[in-house]
């Protein structure tokens, strides 16, 4: 029923426990290859797609191949490290959106950066997306997926209150934790 759809192995993130695909290695497939492949799988009776990569929003098409997901029927998730999501040609994803994964995985810029190496940005990108999701695309359902490692698992029980703090309504999201 779900197939996840690796649309880029390229990643501006360098997280140590990634298991991704290597990260220089940019788009193989087109738009138009990858809205087909969601075609032909709906006729299988897949009903979900999760677009993951790497970072899918690095793609130059990925409304094109989101659009084109949602014209299909599919429900669509977006896996994303959010770092490129609120500016002004990566938001309009959100209009193709069923539900958004985001990573959190620390409570402080100083925790999360423990985990998430490559850009200071990744804590306030994901706290930013976090509340811009509730706000304004409240029919977006949201995933905050945090990674627990012995690097940050004295740290995982202080990301709700930090995101109280914030203004961020816990009800409104599930919290998932990966080992």
């Known amino acids: 029923k779900t197939v996840d759809f690796n649309v880029i192995g390229k990643c501006n993130l360098d997280c140590v426990w990634c298991w991704g695909p290597d990260h220089k290695t940019k788009e193989t497939l087109s738009a138009s290859d990858w809205i087909?492949?969601?075609r032909q799988l709906w006729q299988l009776g897949t009903r979900n797609i999760v677009?993951?990569?790497?970072?899918?929003?690095?793609?130059?098409?990925?409304?094109?191949?989101?659009?084109?997901?949602?014209?299909?029927?599919?429900r669509v998730t977006l896996s994303t490290n959010t770092i490129a999501l609120l500016s002004e040609k990566n938001s309009k994803v959100l209009e193709f959106l069923d539900e958004i994964g985001i990573p959190l995985d620390?409570?402080?810029?100083?925790?999360?950066?423990?985990?998430?190496?490559?850009?200071?940005?990744?804590?306030?990108?994901?706290?930013?997306?976090?509340?811009?999701?509730?706000?304004?695309y409240p029919n977006i359902k949201m995933t905050v997926r945090t990674v627990v490692s012995?690097?940050?698992?004295n740290d995982v029980e202080n990301i709700p209150l930090t995101l109280e703090a914030r203004g961020i309504d816990l009800t409104k999201f599930r919290w998932k934790l990966y080992q």
């Open 150 to 153: 012995r690097r940050n698992i």
């Open 36 to 38: 087909e492949a969601g």
């Open 51 to 74: 677009i993951t990569g790497g970072e899918p929003l690095l793609r130059k098409d990925i409304v094109e191949i989101l659009k084109g997901l949602k014209e299909i029927g599919m």
């Open 106 to 136: 620390g409570s402080t810029e100083e925790a999360n950066n423990v985990m998430r190496k490559g850009t200071k940005r990744s804590f306030r990108s994901a706290l930013d997306a976090i509340k811009h999701v509730q706000e304004n």
